[in-house]
């Protein structure tokens, strides 16, 4: 079992190694997936967030195993990265790896920080009278801005891989979670709008992200509104089919 830690958690090692070997049969669930589960737990006092990824399949163990990084090293990594670069994500505290005698990747861990949040943007999409919603996008608008000012390009940004805390005053916080596909690269203006497109945005939402990315940016609103708008759609058109052909085959 190899584990990196956090330089802050050094003396935490066992503890942390503990919540591991005790992960199914102790915390709080958070999630319940296929392959990934997420739950909540304590170090000393302190609430932790501890990401389950299951063990790969054959061919899949091999190209994590010796051609890319695990899901858990990538989470640790690039939380690394979005902190250094002044973004905020829940603090990362160690990854887990369990390997056999000839290198292949088991079960994996990540361990990060627990935010008690308030809300994601889903809330806002689903609710066109939430309380501040423009003021919020405003602010998501311009902490995507920062994101991609930092060269992040968030492949899955998305309405719920966006944590936000209401810190008083009309002010609010934003934490990315959920980070394994991330591309650090130059984005152009359509790749900008392009990391936009999976958020579900409403015509209206689209307007008020449009506008304040413009102020951010310097381009034009108009011409920003347009391209948004369209990859909205299309994006929204795709997945709407997807799942039609899905029902249709099922």
Known sequence: MKIILNSNYKTKEKSILQL?????????????????????????EEKV???????PGFFKSIIYSFLRSTK???????????????????????YVE?????????????ICQQIDYDFTIRELIHNP?????????????????KMHEAKVNFLDHSPGNTLILETGDGNYDFFLIDLNRMKFED??????LDNFKKMWLSKQMVKVVARKYAQLSGQNEEKLSQLLLKKTKDFKRKITKKKYWKRKLM
């Open 187 to 192: 984005l152009s203006l359509e790749m900008r």
């Open 72 to 94: 858990a090293k990538r989470s640790f990594d690039y939380a690394n990265y979005l902190i250094d670069h002044h973004i905020q994500t829940p603090i990362p505290i160690a």
């Open 129 to 145: 009278l939430f309380p501040n919603r423009n003021l919020i996008l405003e602010q998501f608008t311009e902490f995507t801005f």
């Open 98 to 110: 369990e390997r056999n005698s000839l290198g292949f990747l088991g079960d994996s861990f990540y």
């Open 49 to 55: 967030n501890i990401k389950f990824f299951q063990k």
């Open 20 to 44: 591991v070997s005790h992960f199914f049969d102790e915390g709080n669930l958070i999630v319940q997936g296929s392959r990934n589960t997420i739950k909540s737990n304590f170090i000393g």
